[in-house]
């Protein structure tokens, strides 16, 4: 079942596609890639006269930070989720990572979470609350909450949530693709 705009599904095919996005992480990539430049800026043009260490640790430390920054925000703009008849995958940014796929033999349910918080986990990111389980929030919204059998839960926000429940919810019935036996 493929997505159409909004995570409809078509009937021609097995595998629905889902995704959600975060535009203004865009801010945060930015700030990451001035302060790389900033390290570059150091390194290429430093006239510091006390010394090598420092100006080493400055740069260095510009550099590392402005990866991490940018990074971070550019691996969570956003979340791609595919469904298909045995599993469900969890791609986030541009490169797919990080990734979860979990079979649907390993899930019990699904849920609709109408008001998926970022702040409720932490913030924006793949995340783990002991009490609340695995998440991956890219945006404040709607989204997936899927029950395991292991006892845990895995959150994840995506656009049409409720069809991807609804979908999800239909694979786990007995008698259907990708049903539990």
Known sequence: MRDHPHGETAKHSDVWTGHASKRVQWLPALAGAAVMALGIELAVDSAWTSGIAPLVMA???CIA??????FG??????VDLKLDTECLEVRCGHIGVPRRRIPLSHVAGAEFAAHVNP??????????????GTAVVVRRGEGVILRLWDGHTFTVTVDNAEAAVRVISDRLRPGTTGALH
């Open 65 to 70: 930070a402005g990866l991490l920054v940018l």
């Open 119 to 132: 702040r409720h986990w932490g913030g924006w990111g793949y995340r783990w609350r002991p009490e609340k």
């Open 59 to 61: 740069v260095v430390g």
């Open 73 to 78: 925000t550019l691996a969570f703009l956003h």
